[in-house]
């Protein structure tokens, strides 16, 4: 089946973008990595003072676990 003109560009176009993509490493650079643990950190903060001020027993479950999942991620970097 023939295809019209307009599908040939539009495929021309999404090859030349991703010929033009860099290639990302398995590895982020040093930044990187300082200001993701500085994301975890600050959220893990934010996380704790919500905890503080929590009164209902399943929220402060939710805010444990999201402490104790920081933490890990934290850890790992």
């Given at each position: 089946m023939?295809?019209?003109?307009?599908?040939?560009?539009?495929?021309?176009?999404?090859?030349?973008a991703q010929g033009r993509?860099?290639?990302?490493?398995?590895?982020p650079p040093p930044d990187a990595r300082a200001a993701e643990r500085a994301t975890l950190q600050l959220a893990r903060t934010r996380a704790l003072a919500d905890l503080q001020q929590a009164c209902?027993?399943?929220?402060?479950?939710?805010?444990?676990?999201?402490?104790?999942?920081?933490?890990?991620?934290?850890?790992?970097?």
């Amino acid at each position: 089946m023939a295809r019209g003109w307009e599908s040939k560009s539009v495929e021309d176009q999404q090859q030349a973008a991703q010929g033009r993509q860099p290639a990302k490493s398995a590895v982020p650079p040093p930044d990187a990595r300082a200001a993701e643990r500085a994301t975890l950190q600050l959220a893990r903060t934010r996380a704790l003072a919500d905890l503080q001020q929590a009164c209902a027993p399943a929220h402060r479950a939710m805010l444990e676990a999201a402490i104790r999942d920081l933490d890990e991620k934290i850890r790992a970097i």
